[in-house]
């Protein structure tokens, strides 16, 4: 949050930078100089567009640096009354991905795995959520509390969850929304 802080600010002190400039400039190309409100507005309208394209570019920048066999589960957009372009255009401020590459894998049962669903937020540091899933049953477990997959995939201190529908489980089974 700071970084993007820092960013707005340098945004606004680009924008300033640019409209000394062009008063420097301006009565010996134009005739005239700018009018006085023309560096305030400037850099309220840079730092403006600096935030608003900072929110909508988190998503796609972040998913792009994911690493290879990570996954997008979900990924909902969102809309709030303090921006009221999100209205029209919502933005995405969070989203869940699982790390398939790093399965651990039943060599007995390969359908039967465990893998960590890692939950991305804006402003936030990622969380990663071990789970373990059944592809078979479409099913899943979390292992919190001692809870583990053994070796020959069975699932102990836990319960399998039914999650035909649930996008975590589509994700780890089937590719999710990058797959």
Not at 80 to 102: C, E, G, H, K, Q
Not at 120 to 125: A, D, K
Not at 155 to 173: F, I, M, Q, R, S
Request: net charge neutral; with cysteine; hydrophobic share 50%.
């Amino acid at each position: 949050m700071l970084t993007d802080f820092i960013a707005t600010v340098a945004a606004g002190a680009g924008a300033a930078c640019l409209i000394i400039v062009a008063n420097h400039l301006g009565p010996r190309f134009f005739g005239r100089r700018l009018p006085k409100w023309a560096m305030p507005a400037s850099i309220g309208l840079a730092m403006l567009g600096y935030a608003i394209w900072n929110e909508y570019t988190w998503y796609p920048r972040m998913r792009a640096a994911l690493a290879d066999g990570v996954v997008v589960a979900s990924a909902p957009a969102e809309s709030a009354m303090y921006r009221p372009w999100s209205y029209l255009f919502p933005t995405v401020a969070r989203f869940i991905a699982v790390d398939r590459a790093n399965a651990a894998r039943s060599p007995a049962n390969p359908q039967i795995f465990a893998a960590n669903a890692i939950v991305f937020q804006r402003w936030l540091p990622e969380r990663r959520i071990p789970q373990a899933f059944d592809c078979d049953k479409a099913a899943r477990a979390d292992l919190f509390d001692g809870a583990s997959l053994t070796a020959d995939g069975v699932l102990k201190g836990a319960e399998w969850v039914n999650a035909a529908d649930d996008p975590l489980v589509a994700a780890a089974c089937n590719g999710g929304q990058d797959g």
